[in-house]
């Protein structure tokens, strides 16, 4: 095993009808309460979260609006309204894109230069206003994490953050609140937390890691099983719950502790593809990650081999990829860049685009030419 530090600092309250504790964690604050488009109004998750306000005297101000791949632009709407209202911390009630704009206005707060200088690391998160959670789709374990992603419209790069300071304090991980997540995002989600598991089984590099590698195969195999009854009955308590919790563990440092380095490469050319076509972060992934195994094969194909055995009852790398593919297929994902209406012709565009954030991540190998190569295999 190789060293690692192991730090996470996230207060998860789980379980059916927690979201009504939420005020308990608040008491004493004020808070700037931020959601979608609207969601949470018609399931009820804002009523209920509200009334847990109330009950606990927590003094809020609303803003409404944060859209799937959020934006700059409205980060910094919400720095302004966080500032004027001067608040003391920050509730989330949403998915990923929710949780990340809480991020990206908790580190921005603070900070008297533009908030986008965070993200092209000319500047450093040294302050940043408490974060509070209250899920409501399960995907991208920003609720346990330290990172965020915001998509800068104007220059067209997705890129992301991360501070130990946007660990939030407490994340509600409430299943029911998830009842209604449609079935296009219960897809992404699932292809979200798998491929969160895989970057780092199939890129780490140190190699004796039985520990993390079973928790990965034992992840992968939970997510399979409960999107497939999630998808057959949304209301399926245990499913959901399982997903969630299989999720949130995908991506807040468990299983990579200890595998040495590791590199995030699908989720660098997915960025791209949902900073220029605003695709579902999901959905990018599920055309991507394919392709990057067609492309790695040789180089992973006993393990790709291994992980198949495991997970899809498969012996040999072909199949493994094979069996991706069609399980993406199965709930509803795309594979090629075609399904989502993007032309072979643009190939070139996304991958220059792509080459800025594998700048950014250190992604040395990740040449505009390897990158078009890849993306060659998603056409
Ligand atoms: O706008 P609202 O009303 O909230 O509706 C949302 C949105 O339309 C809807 N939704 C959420 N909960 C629902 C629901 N609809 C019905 N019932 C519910 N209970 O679902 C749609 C998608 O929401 P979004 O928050 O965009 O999805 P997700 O959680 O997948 O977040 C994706 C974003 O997170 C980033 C992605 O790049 C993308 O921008 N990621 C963040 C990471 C992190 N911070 O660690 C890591 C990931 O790799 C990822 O990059
Ligand atoms: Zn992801």
């Not at 593919?325 to 795309?334: L, Q, T, V």
Request: with cysteine.
């Amino acid at each position: 095993m190789k060293d690692f530090v192991f730090y996470n600092p996230t207060q998860i309250v789980f379980g059916e009808g927690k979201t009504s504790e939420i005020g308990k964690y608040l008491q004493g604050k004020k808070c700037l309460f931020l959601y979608g488009s609207g969601s949470i109004k018609r399931n009820g998750i804002y009523d209920r979260v509200v009334e847990s306000l109330k009950k606990h005297d927590v003094k809020f101000v609303e803003k409404s609006g944060v859209k799937p791949n959020p934006v700059l632009s409205f980060v910094y709407e919400a720095i302004d309204t966080a500032r004027k209202e001067q608040v003391d911390c920050i509730l989330a009630v949403g998915g990923g894109s929710v949780i990340d704009t809480a991020k990206a206005v908790a580190a921005g707060f603070y900070y008297n230069g533009d908030v986008w200088d965070f993200f092209v690391d000319k500047a450093k998160i040294t302050k940043a206003l408490p974060i509070y959670v209250v899920l409501t789709l399960s995907a991208t374990a920003s609720e346990m994490n330290s990172g965020a992603v915001i998509t800068n419209e104007s220059t067209k790069q997705k890129f992301n953050i991360q501070a130990v300071s946007l660990f939030p304090k407490v994340s509600i991980l409430d299943p029911t609140n998830t009842y209604t997540v449609p079935q296009n995002q219960v897809a992404n989600g699932s292809v979200d937390a798998i491929v969160h598991l895989l970057e780092g089984y199939f890129t780490k590099s140190y190699p004796n890691t039985p520990i993390q590698d079973g928790f990965v195969e034992t992840l992968v195999r939970t997510i399979i099983a409960t999107t497939k009854k999630i998808l057959e009955n949304p209301k399926d308590y245990d499913a959901r719950a399982n997903f969630m919790w299989s999720a949130t563990l995908a991506l807040n440092g468990l299983t990579t502790a200890g595998i040495g380095n590791y590199e995030f490469p699908n989720h660098m050319m997915g960025h791209s593809l949902s900073a220029l076509y605003d695709i579902a972060h999901g959905a990018s992934l599920s055309i991507v990650f394919p392709a990057w195994l067609k492309y790695n094969e040789s180089n992973i194909s006993k393990r790709l081999a291994s992980f198949g055995k495991a997970v899809f009852g498969k012996t040999n790398s072909k199949d493994t990829i094979t069996a991706f593919e069609e399980y993406f297929h199965e709930i509803g994902a795309p594979i090629r860049l075609k399904e989502v209406n993007i032309d072979k012709a643009d190939i070139d565009k996304i991958a220059e685009n792509a080459v800025s954030l594998a700048t950014k991540w250190g992604l040395k190998t990740y040449t505009k030419e390897v990158i078009a190569k890849i993306l060659e295999l998603a056409a």
